[in-house]
C-alpha cells in the first residue's frame, strides 16, 4: 500500500526550551549556538523548517505577577529569534527558517525591508509567522492602552499584509542589471512607489532593498477562530494548526482550510497545513513513565501562565474544580475560550478541560520509535495531508532519538523525504 507523503519541522523559540530539563541549557541559549546546533541536527533529518514562535512580554496576567512565568520560563525569558536565522544560515544549507513578527507592532514598512533582508541573508529560506498578539502587556510596551480587539486586530493585519506584499514587489524581477557597458546598476523603469493608502496604513514606498530570492517570503498564519481561518486561507503558505477533535477534527479542519482558500479564489495546494503536534513520548517500548507530583504541578502552573495570557483571562481568579463557566469572556484567542465553553458543556471543569487541550494521548504519540512512526502513518493516511510541526523542547537526548530513529523509520515508509530536492523554503514546501 501507498501511504500519504508528510512533510515535517520543528516548533520552538528562541528562549530556554529545555528549562528545567538537565539544567544544562539554563542561560548557554543566548548566544544562539545551541539554536544553530539544533538545526544543524534537524536539517540532517531533512526538516522543511524550524519555526521560532514569539511574543514581546513578560506575562502577569495569571494573579498579577510575573513569578510564574519567570519561574518556569514560558514566555520570556526570551530573545528575538530574527538576528538568530542569519546564523543558523550560515550553518545550514537547506533547512526553512521561519519567525513570528507581530502586525500589531511593527510598522509594515519596516517589517517588509526586515523580512526581504533576511531572505537574502538566507538565500531565500526565510518565512514570516504573523501574529496579530493577543496579550494587554505586550501591547503597553508600544504605548497602547490595549490592544484593538479581536476582530478589528485581523481587519488590520488584512490590510498590512497586503502593504507587505506590494512592498515586496515594489522591485520587478530583474530590476538588478549591473550593466557596467551602460553603467546602470539598478534599472529605475523596474521599481516603482506603491502609494498605498489603506483605513489604517498609508506608506509610499517602494522599499530600498534589493528584490530577494524568494521575492515575497513564505508567509505561516495560525489563526483558528473562524476569522483566523479565513485570514490564514488568503494570506499564508504555511497553515499551522492545532491537532484538535481527533483525527476526524483534523482531517476536517484540512479540508475547511483549503474550502475557504478555493472560495478566495486560490489554489488549495499552494496551501501546507501543519499540525502541531505534541512532544513524542520516546519509550523503549513499555509505558512512559509517570511524571513526579512536582513535574505535574509545574505543567499545571505553565499551562495556566500560558492560558491566561493567550486567553486573556485571570485563571487565577476561577476555581479549577468547578464547571467551566459559560458566561466565559476574554479578548486573546477567541477560539481556545470557545473550545473551553464546548468542554464546559459536556461537562468538564476548568481544570479537565485544561488537560483535555494540552495533551496528545488520544493519538497514541508514546512508544518506540517504530511505533510512533507506524502512528504518524496512519493518521497522515487519514487525514491526507499535509505534515507535522513537532513541538519541542531542546536539544536534549529527544531530539537524536527524532534524528537518528524516527526519521530513518519514516524515510524507510517512503513517506517524508530522504534529500532536499528545493533549496528556497518555497520550493522545499512545494517538492510533494
Ligand atoms: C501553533 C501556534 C503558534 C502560535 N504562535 C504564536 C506566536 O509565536 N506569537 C503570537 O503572538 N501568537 C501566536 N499564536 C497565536 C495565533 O497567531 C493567533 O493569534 C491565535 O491563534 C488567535 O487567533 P484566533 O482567535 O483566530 O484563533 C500561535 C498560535 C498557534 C496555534
Redesign the pocket.
Known sequence: MTHQKFHLAY?TKFGATAWPGTGQFGSTWADGAFHVELAKKLERAKLDFLLF???VTISDKYGGSMELDLKHAVYAPKHDPLPLLPMIAQGTSNIGLIA?A?TSFYPPFLLARLYSTLDSLTRGRVGW???????TTAAQNFGMDQLPP?AER?ARAEEYVELVRQLWDSWEEGALVEDTETGVYVDHTKVHTVDFNGEYYRSRGPLNTLRSPQGRPVIA?????S???D?AAKNAEVV???MAGGIAGMKALREDIRGRAQSFGRNPDDIRVFF?TPLFAFTSGGEPEAPSEQAQQAQLEYGMVMLSS?TDVDFSKLDLDTPVPEDLEGG?????IDVFKELGRQGMTLREAMYSGMGGDQYGLAGTPAQIAERLIAIMDEVGGDGF?IEGAGLTPYVDVLVDELVPALQKADVVRTEYAGTTLREVLHEF
Not at 498564519?221 to 477562530?225: E, I, N, P, T, V
Not at 486573546?332 to 481556545?336: A, D, M, Q, V
Open positions: 516548533f514562535e514569539d511574543s513570528t507581530s509567522n504573523l501574529v496579530t498578539s493577543s496579550e479581536h485581523y498564519q495560525a489563526g483558528a477562530s476569522r483566523g481561518r485570514f499551522v494548526a492545532p502541531l493567550t486573546g484567542h477567541t477560539s481556545i510541526l
